[in-house]
């Protein structure tokens, strides 16, 4: 079928229209749809795995770990939560205000629209929709054209399950994304590069549509030196686990490099090849059990980190690439130049760069003079240190000895600041990015007492300075009768 602006200007119609019926705001659609998507993710375990070993190469392991089992755990935690979400709270009215009490009711933004992204296609695209449905909002969903399976098992299975009149799939290139962009929206969600978000953020500020930003930029791992060998390494097993074990390094949260002291650096290489090889054998090409690289596209992009000289000359373990499987092994480098591209922009993949400072307490500010990350990963015991991370630096979220945990934690926000995207989700924070918090006052129609002053006479004025003081404005406008001369 043809997706022209027509096409997509009739369905936008169609869902606002049914979203003003009123048919998404009930409890009970919401936990059905809830409910059904649970349904969707259990019955297709095999077919969504299959779908992400045709697009990434992922190992049903890993796309459990990070996909089918994470949008169970999500799509669970907002079933059992959403009415009580949903209920108005109550608001502490101040005396100032009596006789009034006072509520905040969340209601659904309206029509919802989702980018999400190839990396993670099935997480990406489902987990930002259990807070859409949450909140009562109708929904359409872009899948990434870079994950064609994984599109095509969204455009085909959803309809089959949720509510075909509030939620929609539509799949395409570029140029539908254009066309979706010219439609009026009441959110845009968006999960991709800062490249793209930019021309996201240019067409929602046309039509004033408010946005989130799930982007990304180089998350760094610090590593000080530990004195205990055993807690080393485990530190160094989930530094690996965390740049090779999601998507070959291709997550926006993954660790993008290492900061440690000089003088470990050489047993922290020799760490990080033994366990790399541990996990992933002598040949990760052959074990299957580490994603391939999306695209030639991306291939080439990564390809081309390394054919710098001084980069090239500063790998330690790995290197090989191998273009008809489109697969990098994982790959360590120790020190390459601060200028070079692998440490001017996002890697995405799976290279490692090294870092060494004289003392650790220096990677505060190396990673203050680069824009802010998504998360900054830090191993330690030092509790100043630990203070100095927190109060010192910037990023969306903070993690102290692991990695990646946070993404998986409903009870946490998720989200960037600066360069790394704005906004945030999961559980109740997804809930609160697509609602609306609406401020709602009772007030009494309680008899007022004629004023027997003028209304703006100075024994008024001495009488409203006095309510002010001592918070009684609301009673004393009764009792003098001022309300009647706003």
């Known amino acids: 079928m043809e997706i022209n602006g027509e096409f997509l200007e009739e369905s936008v119609r169609e869902l606002r229209q049914y979203f003003r019926s009123g048919s998404t705001r009930s409890v009970t659609w919401r936990k059905n749809q809830l409910t059904a998507l649970l349904d969707l993710v259990h019955k297709n375990e095999d077919a969504i795995s299959e779908s992400l070993y045709q697009d990434l190469g992922k190992h049903p392991v890993e796309a459990f770990r990070d996909e089918i089992g994470a949008i169970g755990k999500s799509a669970t935690y907002s079933l059992s939560c959403v009415e009580k979400w949903m209920a108005p709270k109550k608001s502490d009215i101040p005396l100032l205000f009596f006789p009034a009490k006072g509520e905040v009711l969340a209601e659904a933004l309206g029509v919802v629209l989702i980018f999400s992204s190839w990396n993670f296609p099935i997480m990406l695209a489902l987990d930002p929709l259990i807070g859409a449905i949450a909140a009562g909002n109708v929904v359409v969903i872009k899948p990434s054209e870079q994950a064609p399976a994984c599109s095509s098992f969204l455009a085909n299975t959803i309809p089959r399950y949720l509510d075909s009149n509030a939620i929609r799939v539509i799949e395409g ?118 994603s391939r690289i999306v695209n030639k596209q991306n291939f080439t992009r990564l390809c081309n980190l390394l054919k710098d000289p001084l980069v090239a000359a500063s790998i330690v373990h790995g290197g090989s690439v191998e273009e008809k499987h489109l697969f990098i092994e994982p790959t360590i480098l120790l020190d390459p130049p601060l200028d070079a591209d692998v440490m001017t922009e996002e890697i995405f993949g799976p290279l490692l760069p090294i870092i060494t400072v004289n003392k650790i307490g220096e990677s505060i500010e190396f990673i203050n003079s680069r824009p802010k990350p998504l998360a900054i990963y830090a191993f330690t015991k030092d509790e100043t240190l630990k203070r100095r991370i927190l109060t010192e630096t910037s990023s969306g979220s903070v993690t102290f000895n692991d990695t990646m945990v946070q993404f998986l934690c409903d009870t946490l926000p998720f989200g960037g600041v600066g360069q790394s995207g704005f906004g945030r989700y999961h559980g109740k924070y997804s809930f609160d990015t697509f609602s609306h918090e609406k401020a709602v006052m009772h007030r009494s129609l309680c008899l007022e007492i004629e004023p027997r002053y003028p209304p703006w006479s100075k024994f008024k004025l001495e009488f409203l300075r006095l309510a002010y003081k001592l918070n009684y404005f609301g009673l004393l406008l009764h009792i003098l009768g001022l309300k009647r001369y706003k």
């Open 173 to 290: 290139g570029a140029a539908v994304s254009q066309q979706l962009l010219l439609q009026k929206w009441d959110k845009i969600f968006f999960t991709g590069s800062p490249r793209v978000a930019r021309f996201v953020m240019s067409a929602a500020a046309k039509n004033l549509t408010p946005v989130t930003l799930e982007l990304g930029g180089k998350c760094p791992a610090i590593l000080d030196s530990l004195t205990n060998p055993s807690d080393f390494k485990l530190a160094v097993k989930r530094i690996v686990g965390g740049k090779w074990g999601p998507c070959s390094g291709q997550a926006c949260i993954g660790i993008d490099y290492v900061l440690v002291e000089e003088k470990v650096s050489s047993h922290l290489v020799e760490l990080l090849k033994k366990i790399v090889r541990r996990f992933y054998g002598d040949n990760p090409l052959e074990s299957k059990v580490i």
